[in-house]
């Protein structure tokens, strides 16, 4: 069945950038998503990309997704200590369901 | 709108006994999802509805858990007998049709079975 896969934690330094990762395994996704959940709430989408698409840039968050390798990251710059939070990679082929990955904890350091 | 509302947003039961969640999802969204996040096992789909409808419960984890939308506006997830091994924070998630599959969390109910 479909998998999405994420490293369960990063730490980088405030003001650094931080890039998270995350591996699919369905090659008939249509959507790409990173979901953000800050502790003691659920999660909130945070960017999406099409899967025509190669990259996204909105502010601080860049999307980069390599089709061919089923490969997708998120890169966050000037790190910030409010950006602390799980990050959940997804994916969505068909009408309803999204496979979400097991989140990469984001810790922040001074 | 005051989005996603899932209550009790804490609960803490004995083992055997009988716990009732709630969602209220966003008016007009048609299709209701049910997560279950622990550390160990990460965030998890449970069941997810269409129009009311439920059309995936694969992850359901046993009979013990059910789970009913008997219109629009109002969802309940049940686990009877409760067991220590259920334990986790629940959340539902609602999402309208549409091309982005954006899908609005509620703040979820933190459930400890003792």
């Known amino acids: 069945g479909e998998d999405v896969e994420q490293s369960l934690f990063l730490s980088v330094r405030e003001g650094d950038s931080s890039v998270i990762n995350c591996t699919y395994t369905?090659?008939?996704?249509?959507?790409l998503y990173w979901y953000k959940q800050e502790p003691g709430a659920g999660l909130q989408l945070l960017t999406y990309i099409f899967s025509n698409m190669d990259m996204k840039q909105d502010q601080r968050l860049t999307v980069l997704l390599n089709k061919k390798d089923k490969h997708l990251s998120l890169r966050i710059a000037d790190t910030q200590t409010g950006d602390s939070a799980i990050y959940f990679c997804?994916?969505?082929?068909?009408?309803?369901?999204?496979?979400f990955g097991s989140g990469t904890r984001l810790s922040i350091r001074p | 709108d005051a989005g996603v509302i899932q209550s009790p947003r804490h609960e803490v039961t004995e083992m055997g006994q009988e716990v009732t969640l709630r969602c209220k999802p966003i008016s007009g969204h048609n299709s209701l999802f049910w997560y279950r996040q622990t550390m160990m096992r990460g965030l998890e789909l449970l069941i997810y509805f269409n129009n009311n409808v439920p059309i995936d419960d694969s992850g359901m984890p046993e009979d013990r858990f059910s789970a009913k939308m008997p219109n629009a506006s109002f969802s309940t997830l049940k686990i009877q007998p409760s067991e220590p091994r259920d334990s986790a924070v629940y959340f539902c998630a609602s999402r309208s049709s549409g091309s982005v599959d954006e899908q609005f969390f509620g703040p979820g109910t933190r459930l400890t079975v003792l």
């Open positions: 997804a994916e969505s082929s068909s009408a309803s369901k999204i496979i």
């Open positions: 369905d090659s008939s996704s249509t959507y």
